[in-house]
């Protein structure tokens, strides 16, 4: 069986993987890689972007054939999910990671957790319950949806207003929101008997915000180290990798029937989504005339007019020419009604290198000299390692099967939880006592 040449079928019976294997580490390069990207974008829009990258890299390294017919709509809930978490504010927090004493550390690292577990709670939530529908049992979606934006406002309303419990003041306090969003997607897919799914949320969480509290954990050490490189861009891949690692882990660690087939309809709606519309929205919050004419002025550019002008009709060009592309590969791959071909793949690094260089022409990548010292100068070699190691790769397909999943153990959640509170101690044990922290940080105390 090799799903990369379209042959062979799904297995029932192949030996299930670990976390560190082929399917775990590929998603998790990919999203890594696109979170980082997703840092010279920002908020709803580039979270969303990043997250159907992420999704789409485990539904390609899956070798799923039931998933491949549906990927553009994975891909949809993978990017809704992740990009819910873009509307917390972080920046704050981060500042509270750098002072001097263990309260303040600690919060800040505490906090960066719960950020990062609410990016990776809903993300792999959502990605999940899409893997898990079935002809037989299918999610109600908008009462899905209904139940989490309720729950989210109220808890946003109680926590906020009522409680006063502040995590960023004066900054946006919408994690609150996130956290009663997450719950409500906790509690649904709890009480529906979607355990894999679950299984998916609880393992995305607890790997997105390890990253986040990691991720910024590495920004303070190179910092401090005084080489200059874009740390921020490092904590934002570290948040992606593990994230992108947990979400994949609890996905080939869990037992998953056939998926039911989308209606071509909607496969199509949601590629032009994944492939029109969030490109749009991302160009209308970061090409604008302002801010490229700050990046020109801040490049030392004379004609700084036609720089402007030339940026965002690359912008146009660009979203032209990937959502032709996209829309062409899905009919091949639709139209011959097959198991396997190059085309959903294709999709995927189609994905990432749309992203990659949008991500380059609003920094004026391509104006800078050439230097290892830019976070930059690496995206395009990890998208070519990552096609390089799809085509290498040893033949693999998660398995199918006709057993129900177990529902998650108290015990493992417990686990995770332990975990977490063992990275925050130690991540601001070593900033305050380790000389990582500076007098002038952020304090919440």
């Given at each position: 069986m090799?799903?990369?040449?379209?042959?062979?079928?799904?297995?029932?019976?192949?030996?299930?993987?670990g976390?560190?294997?082929?399917?775990?580490?590929?998603t998790a390069?990919l999203?890594g890689?696109?979170?980082?990207?997703?840092?010279?974008?920002?908020?709803?829009?580039?979270?969303?972007w990043?997250?159907?990258i992420?999704?789409l890299?485990?539904i390609?390294?899956?070798?799923?054939?039931d998933w491949?017919?549906a990927?553009?709509v994975?891909?949809?809930?993978?990017a809704?999910?992740?990009?819910?978490g873009g509307?917390m504010s972080y920046g704050?927090?981060?500042g509270?990671c750098?002072g001097?004493?263990?309260?303040?550390?600690a919060?800040?690292?505490?906090?960066?957790?719960?950020?990062?577990?609410?990016?990776g709670?809903i993300g792999?939530?959502?990605l999940?319950?899409g893997?898990?529908?079935?002809s037989?049992?299918?999610p109600?979606w908008?009462?899905l949806?209904?139940?989490?934006l309720a729950?989210?406002f109220?808890?946003?309303g109680?926590l906020i207003?009522q409680?006063?419990?502040?995590m960023?003041?004066?900054?946006?306090?919408?994690?609150?929101?996130?956290?009663?969003?997450?719950?409500?997607?906790?509690?649904y897919?709890?009480r529906n008997g979607?355990h894999?799914a679950l299984r998916?949320?609880?393992?995305?969480c607890?790997?997105a915000?390890?990253?986040f509290?990691l991720g910024?954990?590495f920004?303070?050490?190179g910092i401090?180290s005084g080489?200059?490189?874009?740390?921020?861009?490092v904590m934002?891949?570290t948040?992606?990798?593990l994230g992108?690692?947990?979400?994949?882990?609890?996905?080939?660690?869990?037992?998953?029937?056939?998926?039911?087939r989308?209606?071509?309809a909607s496969?199509?709606a949601a590629l032009l989504?994944?492939?029109l519309?969030?490109?749009l929205?991302?160009?209308?919050?970061?090409?604008?005339?302002?801010?490229?004419?700050?990046?020109?002025?801040?490049l030392?550019?004379q004609?700084?007019d036609?720089?402007v002008?030339?940026?965002?009709?690359?912008?146009?060009?660009?979203?032209l020419?990937?959502?032709a592309g996209?829309?062409?590969?899905?009919?091949?791959?639709?139209?011959?009604?097959?198991?396997w071909?190059w085309q959903v793949?294709?999709l995927?690094?189609?994905c990432?290198?749309?992203?990659?260089?949008?991500?380059?022409?609003?920094?004026?990548?391509f104006y800078?000299?050439y230097?290892?010292?830019?976070?930059?100068?690496?995206y395009?070699?990890?998208?070519?390692?990552?096609?390089?190691w799809?085509w290498?790769?040893?033949t693999y397909s998660?398995p199918l099967s006709?057993e129900?999943q177990?529902?998650?153990?108290p015990?493992?959640?417990l686990?995770?939880?332990?975990?977490w509170?063992?990275l925050?101690a130690?991540?601001a044990?070593?900033?305050?006592?380790g000389?990582?922290g500076v007098?002038d940080?952020h304090?919440?105390?």
């Amino acid at each position: 069986m090799n799903p990369r040449r379209g042959k062979g079928k799904d297995s029932k019976n192949m030996k299930r993987v670990g976390i560190i294997s082929y399917p775990t580490l590929f998603t998790a390069l990919l999203l890594g890689l696109a979170w980082a990207i997703r840092g010279h974008f920002g908020h709803e829009w580039g979270a969303a972007w990043a997250g159907a990258i992420g999704a789409l890299a485990l539904i390609v390294a899956s070798g799923r054939s039931d998933w491949w017919r549906a990927a553009p709509v994975l891909a949809l809930l993978g990017a809704v999910g992740w990009g819910a978490g873009g509307m917390m504010s972080y920046g704050i927090v981060v500042g509270y990671c750098r002072g001097t004493d263990f309260a303040n550390v600690a919060y800040g690292y505490a906090m960066l957790a719960v950020i990062g577990g609410l990016y990776g709670l809903i993300g792999g939530g959502m990605l999940g319950l899409g893997l898990e529908t079935t002809s037989q049992k299918r999610p109600d979606w908008a009462a899905l949806l209904a139940q989490m934006l309720a729950l989210g406002f109220l808890s946003w309303g109680f926590l906020i207003y009522q409680l006063e419990l502040f995590m960023t003041p004066p900054r946006s306090e919408l994690w609150a929101g996130c956290l009663g969003a997450g719950l409500a997607l906790l509690w649904y897919l709890h009480r529906n008997g979607y355990h894999a799914a679950l299984r998916v949320a609880v393992f995305s969480c607890f790997g997105a915000g390890a990253g986040f509290a990691l991720g910024n954990f590495f920004q303070s050490l190179g910092i401090a180290s005084g080489l200059a490189y874009n740390w921020w861009n490092v904590m934002e891949f570290t948040l992606g990798f593990l994230g992108g690692l947990g979400m994949a882990y609890g996905v080939v660690s869990s037992k998953w029937p056939q998926r039911a087939r989308p209606a071509a309809a909607s496969n199509w709606a949601a590629l032009l989504l994944l492939f029109l519309l969030i490109p749009l929205f991302n160009f209308y919050a970061a090409f604008s005339t302002e801010k490229l004419a700050r990046l020109a002025q801040n490049l030392q550019l004379q004609q700084a007019d036609a720089f402007v002008h030339t940026q965002q009709g690359a912008g146009w060009l660009l979203m032209l020419l990937f959502a032709a592309g996209a829309c062409w590969l899905w009919w091949q791959y639709a139209r011959q009604d097959q198991q396997w071909g190059w085309q959903v793949p294709g999709l995927l690094f189609a994905c990432v290198l749309y992203y990659t260089l949008f991500g380059y022409v609003v920094k004026g990548v391509f104006y800078q000299p050439y230097s290892l010292a830019q976070s930059t100068t690496l995206y395009l070699p990890i998208v070519l390692g990552a096609g390089l190691w799809w085509w290498w790769r040893k033949t693999y397909s998660l398995p199918l099967s006709d057993e129900p999943q177990a529902p998650l153990r108290p015990a493992t959640a417990l686990r995770l939880l332990l975990l977490w509170l063992l990275l925050v101690a130690v991540t601001a044990g070593i900033t305050v006592w380790g000389g990582l922290g500076v007098e002038d940080a952020h304090q919440r105390f």
